[in-house]
């Protein structure tokens, strides 16, 4: 199994270019959850879906956009990049909110907005 | 809303030492709680969760309800422990992390 698979791995972007991040699961999970990782602040939950249709924001959603059409796919849309936007990006996964289930998460996307 | 705090940035020990790697919640519900480690150019990985009261690579994490911690032990650190950890909370379906804890063993 892959697990879970971001793509692409490195992205430079100028100011007012938009992209979208890949995240894709082969586990069959319902959780899917997109972190952003900056030096000396952990990880911030940006958009979150629970199933197919149904996305909700985290902590640090502005600025992003997120879809769920397909169980195993999740992509994150950067509209406008801008240098605050400058990150590492995790996507990861989880079965359900029951029985303690962990995170399984993606080798990561580094982005820098210049 | 739940909050998780990793007191410290960097904890250096040496090889051989005991480690403890604080991690306090808060969150009025009853907390699942897990930590995860991240290895140099490696993706983060679970390493251990409070429920399955497991030890994992010598790391032990007992939940004190009382003091609202979950702290990260081993009697004796070795050099591939070397790593950032990260402590996190399930509440529903969202997951908090802390700020994370590189711990650095000196050989």
């Known amino acids: 199994n892959a697990g879970v698979t971001q793509t692409p791995k490195f992205r430079i972007l100028k100011i007012g270019q938009s992209m979208t991040l890949q995240c894709t699961q082969d586990m069959n999970h319902n959780y899917m959850y997109w972190y952003r990782q900056d030096p000396g602040m952990g990880l911030k939950l940006i958009y979150y879906s629970v199933g197919a249709g149904i996305t909700d924001k985290g902590e640090v959603p502005n600025g992003y956009n997120v879809s769920r059409s397909t169980t195993e796919d999740f992509p994150l849309r950067l509209e406008l990049a801008a240098p605050s936007q400058t990150s590492v990006y995790f996507c990861a996964s989880s079965q359900k909110e029951t029985d303690n289930s962990p995170l399984h998460f993606g080798n990561g996307t580094r982005l820098t907005v210049t | 809303a739940q909050r998780v705090t990793q007191p410290e940035k960097l904890l250096s020990v040496f090889k051989g030492a005991p480690v403890e790697l604080k991690c306090n919640y808060s969150y009025s519900g009853s907390p699942e709680l897990f930590w995860y480690v991240q290895y140099s150019r490696q993706r983060l990985q679970l390493l251990l969760r409070?429920?399955s009261r497991e030890s994992i690579k010598g790391f032990t994490a007992d939940l004190n309800k009382g003091e609202t911690s979950f702290h990260l032990k081993k009697p004796f650190a070795q050099e591939e422990d070397s790593a950032m950890y990260y402590c996190a909370l399930r509440a529903g379906q969202k997951v908090t992390f802390g700020t994370g804890t590189k711990l650095q063993v000196i050989p």
């Open positions: 409070h429920i």
